[in-house]
């Protein structure tokens, strides 16, 4: 399981494109917002011996008609069924999870990565009560930067006492020079931000990949749901006979997405196979009735899926707060 990627040669190559890159990821939309609001910007509950902590980074404007695959006519429609309007704020989570006496991390958010109204995961965490010290292990739902970006500070690991768990399907894919050369000029800006954020824990002996169908703690198991990325994974926590599984990016909105799952976006690598594996998560979360969490998810990102009475399509039904960390 253990696999360390030494591409320190690539990596300077790189090097020079990804400060182009980062400096240039700041959206107009973003720059048009006005000054965040001080939000708590964490929520706790309990899930059996587990306590789940959501972890906000922060939340960014999304023009969703330029980045759904669907018509005019339908996104206006979802949207004004849920009283909002394009663009519209994208939570950005990650959540930890206490289990066993270990600090565990699905996906760290963005740092600098994405505009001033993201990268607050260490100060959320801080918040409440934890230094990124403390974290033992991280485990990426996938490569994309607005889940690894937090990773790291300028040369700083944030999380030096973490091991990072990857499939090892995602770590092959963009860690891979041949995949860079071919990858359009888009797309190249990934790979090298992967480089940054993920390759010095990688030449640090960090990283940990997986293969599917075992643990990896106790109560704790990723499941392969491609499409988004190739490697995209879930991971499903499970304790006293209560469960959550952690969704990644298999939906981007909630408002568009869960009446209409066929929806893609386009940053889906293979939006057939994104299709694919959101339709199985959807049903399966809908017929089981366990928890799912969401990173773009309105914040905390947590609740159940229904069928809608007429069959088509599903309803997001949001955690019920709670001051008990029970939740319903």
Request: net charge neutral; charged share 20%; proline share 6%.
């Amino acid at each position: 399981m253990n696999q360390s990627f030494h591409f320190t040669n690539f990596l300077k190559s790189l090097f020079t494109i990804a400060v182009v890159a980062v400096m240039a990821t700041t959206t107009n939309a973003q720059q048009k917002e006005s000054k965040p609001l001080a939000q708590p910007g964490y929520y706790q509950m309990k899930l059996g011996d587990f306590e789940i902590i959501a972890l906000s980074d922060g939340t960014v404007p999304q023009q969703l008609s330029k980045l759904l695959r669907t018509s005019p006519q339908k996104l206006n429609k979802a949207l004004s069924l849920n009283y909002q309007t394009d663009p519209v704020e994208a939570s950005v989570n990650a959540y930890l999870i206490k289990a066993d006496h270990k600090l565990i991390l699905v996906d760290a958010g963005t740092a600098e990565l994405y505009g001033p109204s993201l990268g607050h995961l260490s100060e959320i965490l801080k918040r409440a009560g934890y230094s990124p010290d403390q974290v033992d292990a991280v485990l990426v739902t996938h490569i994309h930067t607005d889940h690894t970006g937090g990773l790291m500070e300028g040369k700083q690991m944030v999380f030096p006492n973490a091991t990072i768990y990857v499939s090892k399907v995602e770590a092959d894919f963009w860690f891979s020079p041949e995949n860079y050369k071919q990858a359009t000029s888009g797309m190249k800006k990934y790979f090298v931000e992967a480089t940054t954020k993920v390759g010095p824990y990688m030449n640090a002996g960090k990283v940990k990949t997986y293969t599917y169908g075992s643990e990896l703690f106790p109560g704790i198991t990723p499941i392969a749901s491609p499409g988004h990325t190739p490697g995209h994974s879930f991971y499903a926590v499970e304790s006293k006979g209560q469960k959550i599984v952690f969704w990644g990016d298999i939906i981007h909105s909630a408002a568009v997405q869960f009446p209409d799952p066929f929806i893609t976006i386009i940053y889906d690598i293979d939006p057939k196979a994104a299709v694919t594996a959101r339709n199985k998560a959807f049903a399966e979360a809908a017929k089981d009735g366990y928890w799912v969490a969401g990173d773009h998810l309105s914040f905390p990102g947590i609740g159940h899926v229904r069928n809608e009475k007429d069959g088509i399509g599903y309803r997001w039904i949001p955690i019920n707060y709670s001051t008990y960390s029970s939740g319903q």
